[in-house]
């Protein structure tokens, strides 16, 4: 008699590592690629086949189709990415994931792959490395080792826990029911992902059972399409409460898996003949109220075809699955923009109108912070965006010496308001990415983008002291002689070029834009100090009024600082460089 409990604990023991192994495996590969893989989805172009070819590479990496739809979601709520860009990346997502299946099939025609073999080697191996080494690179590529066999530790745990099926007729004729009715299998693949609520462990629970001569040839078919339906739940899940057009995206991904499967499950039955139609008669003419007669009668229907009752190797899933997949983005391809503006209708999304987006940080987005370096870039992308900003309110602040217009001080406020709004939002975000798993740069760069925020921060209070300053003139009723405003001006223009040189050497990452911010911030010292010296003769020959020379020195003092402010902001990025 089979201990089912045991059974139970062993296998979920197994499906646990199996999932943790592949978790510390994929976060190895993101630490390993760094900047480079994460920046592969944001970079998708009109070209569908690159973004498909982007889709499979990044879902290699992260071992997962859902995790590589999310983030898409996340992009396209972000407003980096529209729907016809998304589409080629989801389709590529889905042939991406098809890795993991070859990764444990291996060991059919490698007998040094077995996971009896390999599992305790790479754990060994992997945790040598891990404690040796002296660099994270060195670190990265123990985790990935360490990764793959616990991986395979898993495998053999789930394996091993149902070999006592192999005599059992119950679970013999529950997945000989499966290969019979496409139902019942599309339905067991699509509860058991959305359950795992992920694709790749689904499949690692059907390769168990298969090692097991357990599953048939047609129910591997829909289990598998069923597999491929259920992922999409993650992204619709992820999806709620995102805007229009990232529901959108989500709608694409299952308005893909879903016709590929029925085009795929439709094209098996007409091949093999199977009796579909003969199943669902049993099915309604079934009683009702007698659910376990009708349970039994499922499972018992059509024995005799061969196609449902011959079991599959894992190869023979890893085929299946593969040939699935690309056939199904062969075939959907050419229709891809029509399942996008279908996705649109659904979500109620007008493709011709511009998108919006809503909220203060455009570029954030909380579904990005499971892969960190993709989180990191998008915080250097929106940094980037803050310090345009900044040189908006810097050009306001510089109109007020010369027009103490109303609108113009209220605007300066707002902009000033909204930096500090879009300010909290990053310090949030970033310091909810220090909390995830980074490598020792990424560490690095989340500090130091918290240092570039707050100079840049520093840099707009500069300019409402600037702004604040030049009200007073209205109010003392004075103003700024010719002299004063000619030597603003001066001050005023290698100010901004300070500032410019050092946004576009963060935004590229260009040092010879650093070392131009340097220059100039030395520039701007002696300027001031020697400005600061004739205002003093002015005053003292009356050339010039206590209250505007007071603004006057007031607005040199605070141009200095923005200089050393922008200064502050190279030299991080000197370091970073380093």
């Known amino acids: 008699m089979i201990n089912s409990i045991n059974i139970f604990i062993s296998f979920v023991g197994g499906l646990a590592l199996f999932i943790y192994g592949m978790t510390i495996m994929s976060k190895g590969f993101q630490k390993a690629a760094g900047e480079k893989m994460s920046s592969l989805i944001a970079k998708a172009t009109s070209n569908k086949l690159l973004a498909i070819l982007i889709g499979a590479l990044t879902t290699m990496l992260v071992q997962s189709s859902s995790a590589t739809t999310v983030m898409v979601v996340g992009f396209v709520n972000a407003g980096i990415m529209n729907l ?4 080629g990346i989801i389709m590529g997502a889905n042939i991406g994931t098809t890795v993991t299946s070859w990764i444990v099939a291996s060991s059919e025609f490698a007998t040094f792959l077995k996971p009896t073999t390999l599992a305790p080697l790479m754990v060994a191996i992997g945790v040598v490395i891990r404690l040796t080494s002296k660099t ?8 990935i080792i360490i990764g793959f066999g616990i991986l395979f530790i898993g495998m ?3 394996s091993s826990a149902v070999k006592p099926f192999r005599d059992s007729q119950f679970m013999i004729d529950a997945f000989v029911s499966f290969g019979n009715n496409p139902v019942l299998g599309v339905l067991a693949g699509v509860i058991v992902t959305f359950m795992v609520q992920s694709s790749s462990a689904s499949m690692g629970i059907l390769l168990a059972l298969a090692s097991q001569g357990l599953v048939p040839f047609s129910a591997a078919i829909y289990i598998i399409a069923g597999q491929n339906i ?3 739940f993650t992204a619709l899940i992820s999806s709620i409460g995102a805007s229009k057009s990232a529901r959108a995206a989500s709608y694409i991904h299952f308005l893909f898996n879903l016709i590929g499967s ?11 003949k199977l009796p579909f139609a003969q199943i669902f008669t049993e099915v309604t003419t079934l009683p009702s109220n007698l659910l376990g007669t009708t349970f039994y009668k499922l499972m018992v229907l059509s024995q005799s075809n061969i196609v449902a009752t011959t079991a599959i190797s894992l190869t023979g899933i890893s085929i299946i699955h593969t040939v699935f997949n690309i056939s199904s983005t062969i075939l959907l391809y050419p229709f891809s923009n029509k399942i996008v503006v279908l996705a649109a209708k659904l979500a109620k999304v007008d493709l011709d109108k511009k998108v919006i987006v809503e ?15 993709v989180a990191l870039e998008r915080v250097h992308s929106e940094i980037s965006r803050l310090g345009g900003i900044s040189k908006e309110i810097f050009s306001l602040a510089s109109k007020t010496i010369y027009n103490n217009n109303k609108d113009l001080h209220q605007d300066i406020d707002e902009i000033e308001n909204n930096i500090d709004t ?19 740069h990424e560490r690095i760069l989340s500090a130091s983008y918290l240092h570039i925020l707050s100079n840049i921060e520093r840099i707009a209070d500069h300019c409402v002291n600037i702004s604040e300053g030049c009200k007073y003139l209205t109010t003392y009723e004075t103003s700024f002689s010719e002299r004063a405003i000619s030597d603003l001006n001066n001050v005023l223009d290698l100010s901004y070029n300070c500032l410019d040189s050092a946004l576009i050497s963060f935004d590229t990452n260009d040092l010879k834009y650093a070392d131009v911010c340097c220059d100039l911030e030395n520039q701007i010292d002696d300027l001031v100090d020697q400005l600061r010296s004739e205002h003093i003769n002015r005053l003292s020959t009356s050339e010039c009024t206590p209250e505007a020379g007071i603004i006057y020195w007031d607005v040199l003092s605070n141009l200095e600082r923005i200089s050393d402010h922008s200064k502050n902001i ?3 990025v000197q370091k970073n460089e380093k």
């Open 570 to 572: 190279v030299e991080c």
């Open 359 to 373: 909220g203060d940080a455009v570029f954030l987005d909380e579904r990005l912070l499971e892969n960190p370096s």
């Open 136 to 143: 994270s690179k060195k670190t990265v590529i123990g985790d």
């Open 422 to 440: 879009i300010e909290h939002d990053i310090t949030t975000f970033v310091t909810e990415t220090m909390k995830k798993g980074l490598s020792s």
């Open 230 to 232: 259920g992922t999409c």
């Open 84 to 87: 016809f860009q998304s589409v």
């Open 262 to 272: 029925t085009i795929f499950i439709a094209i098996f039955l007409i091949v093999f």
């Open 156 to 158: 053999n745990n789930m």
